[in-house]
């Protein structure tokens, strides 16, 4: 488990909400920010309750703010906004291509990306943390 993510995950995983992958994101390749997966369906609404809780008196930009997202038989918390949900798209056609027998190529995080990762990456992390302290605040 990346250590930027592990508060967040430890924190779901005392509160019975067991996750199944996660990553704390990165400048250089993959998720543009950090996400945890979890596959029990049945555990969104209450994760979404702990998420509105949370931002109940915070104002957060939106490339920051923690969302809910469905997928593989179960959701995704993860921040990014709207990038990480086309990043979730292009890494979606990827497999498709892929498991159609295809070649395709992996797509190239560009310099400008890299710089603006650089700079928001912190601060999704940030968020991340917040939240898993918030979370240290619910028993068990």
Known sequence: ????????????????????????????????GPWVSIYVPEEKTRVGTLLNEFYSNRDTNPDIRLSLMDGHGGFWIYSGGEKFLKFREEINAYAEKKAAGENPQPKTISEEEKIIRQKTLPMQQTEILDFANFLKTKPS
Do not use: A, M, Y
């Open 1 to 32: 488990i990346d250590e930027k993510i592990k508060p967040l995950v430890f924190e779901l995983n005392r509160l019975k909400i067991p996750t199944s992958g996660s990553c704390e994101g990165h400048v250089d390749h993959g998720f543009p």
